[in-house]
């Protein structure tokens, strides 16, 4: 399975961003997937999370209310629709998949993982 993002770049704070993220090969549709993010020298930290059907979602509350987590299966594409953006959601952001567990933040429960985007957002 490939997994790709787009949708990253600058920022001023206030600003918006989309992530997408879309997959060829595999059927995303049968996938729960969940967005992480990563900035210098911290760890990898989850952002939000997806059902395959979309009826359920879940958020950090570092970003809820913020950040929405949508997803077009016909499209076989996820969307990660950034609002209200912070300097300290600079970081690089990965987008994962897995069929077996559900809505996580672990990244351990994702199977597959994307390259990631860079995410700047200047102050």
């Known amino acids: 399975q490939v997994q790709l993002e787009s949708g990253g770049g600058l920022v001023q704070a206030g600003g918006s961003l989309r992530l997408s993220c879309a997959a060829s090969?595999?059927?995303?549709?049968?996938?729960?997937v969940g967005w992480f993010r990563q900035a210098p020298g911290k760890e990898r930290e989850f952002v939000a999370a997806?059902?395959?059907?979309?009826?359920?979602?879940l958020y950090a509350d570092s970003v809820k209310g913020r950040f929405t987590f949508s997803r077009d299966n016909a499209k076989n594409t996820v969307y990660l629709q950034m609002n209200s953006l912070k300097p300290e959601d600079t970081a690089v952001y990965y987008c994962?998949?897995?069929?077996?567990?559900?809505?996580?933040?672990?990244?351990?429960?994702?199977?597959?993982w994307g390259q990631g985007t860079q995410v700047t957002v200047s102050s």
């Open positions: 997806i059902t395959w059907s979309g009826s359920s979602t």
């Open positions: 090969g595999r059927a995303f549709r049968n996938y729960n």
């Open positions: 994962a998949a897995d069929r077996i567990y559900g809505l996580r933040s672990e990244p351990d429960k994702y199977e597959y």
